[in-house]
């Protein structure tokens, strides 16, 4: 939404300009989107992990949670007080 808003004040200071108005607003957005994109390539193991081992381990607190004695002393911990 923010870049959607950045875009409509870009175009309204650059008025029948549609080219330097996104020229601005890209400028505007690329630090950050690159930003992000570093942190994304940072982090991509925690939620794709390439070793079937460590999806396994990333997957294993669910499946705890699924047992139903771990689902009971759950609910009994943390649910009910």
């Known amino acids: 939404m923010g870049g959607a808003d950045r875009l409509g004040s870009e175009?309204?200071?650059h008025p029948g300009d549609?080219?330097?108005?996104?020229t601005a607003w890209e400028m505007a957005l690329r630090p950050e989107a690159e930003r992000?994109?570093?942190?994304g390539?940072?982090?991509k193991g925690v939620y794709a992990p390439a070793n079937p081992l460590?999806?396994?381990?990333?997957q294993l607190p669910l499946r705890l949670?699924?047992?139903p004695a771990v689902r009971r002393y759950m609910i009994r911990r943390f649910i009910k007080g």
């Open 11 to 13: 175009l309204d200071a």
């Open 18 to 22: 549609i080219g330097a108005a996104l």
């Open 41 to 43: 390539r940072r982090v």
């Open 65 to 67: 949670a699924a047992l």
């Open 36 to 39: 992000k994109q570093r942190l």
């Open 54 to 58: 460590l999806l396994w381990l990333t």
